[in-house]
């Protein structure tokens, strides 16, 4: 018998199809039918770019045959994995991040991701401290500087909920430089284009934010990073130092996103939706999306996705409680 090299993007392909999920012959390759992507939060926030660029990534390399985008902000995130969980839809795939292990610590509500199917962890996304581009503040010294000076008269921004993520990395950003955590004066909002709006209508001072959601205005010359809390700088903004060179000794730290389903889901369906994510990262459309986004890739599938969420959980509680958020 003739032995043929089986490609990944064909093996993926073939242990789809064994699956029984639903599916349609497009470019030569077996691709999952469609994907509804539910997101937690509004327009314009990371959850939301991350849902779009892998929706983009998965239907132009033909993996999956059409991706659509449902937003629905509301209870820090509560609401859309209330309403994943009462649907139970297998057809959906909900974007999420390190927020839904925090807000389920604070009790902002009462599911967590144990609550869920966890499909994978896919990418990894840095923090960065951003202000307008016509801010008198050119560099996060000057920053450190206004906090040191009268923490209430700063007004630092984010798109989650008081003691959430984008506060809890301020928090840390403005420990490692020697101040108090417990001082930085957060202003929440419901996501991060709201936090970004907030940020060029002059509510807030400082932004704390994901990189990929700086980049692309620091890109179109909206605002200006003052740091991003990478070990070293990222390719995308090689100008933009790293918080730990800013003055923040030791600050690092990525925000993972990735992807739930419903908790009734079958194993056949959450592998197809896993198998086609794993090659989606072959692909040149997904290259194009994440170097685009300055994401880093973080890949944990299953039982290892689960693993990771658990340790997560530990950490950052233990971080939180040092901190005073809990």
């Not at 009790?107 to 499909?119: A, W």
């Not at 060179?245 to 419903?262: D, L, P, S, T």
Request: include cysteine; charge should be negative.
């Amino acid at each position: 018998m003739q032995m043929m090299k089986m490609t990944k993007a064909a093996f993926v392909a073939a242990a789809i199809a064994a699956s029984g999920a639903t599916m349609v012959q497009a470019d030569g390759h077996q691709v999952v039918d469609s994907i509804h992507f539910l997101v937690p939060g509004g327009a314009g926030g990371g959850w939301d770019g991350t849902a779009r660029g892998t929706g983009e990534a998965l239907t132009e390399s033909g993996l999956v045959g059409s991706a659509t985008y449902e937003n629905m902000s509301g209870g820090g995130g509560g609401l859309a994995i209330a309403h994943l969980i009462e649907t139970n839809d297998p057809g959906v795939m909900m974007v999420n991040s390190t927020p839904i292990v925090i807000r389920s610590l604070q009790g902002v509500f009462p599911q967590s991701f144990r609550d869920l199917t966890p499909v994978a962890g896919t990418i990894g996304d840095y923090a960065a401290m951003v202000v307008h581009s016509d801010s008198e503040i050119t560099d996060f010294a000057q920053l450190l500087e206004m906090f040191e000076a009268d923490p209430t008269a700063l007004n630092i921004g984010g798109g989650s909920v008081e003691g959430g993520m984008d506060h809890l990395v301020a928090a840390m950003v403005f420990q490692a430089a020697g101040g108090n955590p417990t001082d930085v004066k957060y202003i929440p909002y419901d996501a991060g284009g709201e936090a970004m709006a907030g940020l060029l209508t002059g509510e807030i001072q400082a932004l704390s934010t994901g990189f990929s959601e700086a980049i692309a205005l620091a890109n179109q010359g909206e605002v200006r990073i003052l740091c991003v809390t990478a070990a070293e700088r990222v390719d995308a903004a090689a100008d933009v130092p790293t918080c730990a060179e800013a003055g923040a000794e030791g600050m690092e730290f990525v925000n993972w996103r990735g992807f739930f389903a419903a908790p009734g889901i079958s194993d056949e369906q959450v592998n197809a939706y896993r198998d086609a994510l794993e090659a989606m990262y072959e692909t040149e459309a997904w290259t194009a999306v994440r170097d685009r986004n300055g994401w880093v890739e973080i890949w944990n599938r299953g039982e290892d996705f689960n693993a990771f969420l658990e340790n997560q959980e530990q950490v950052i509680g233990d971080l939180m409680r040092d901190l005073g958020f809990l």
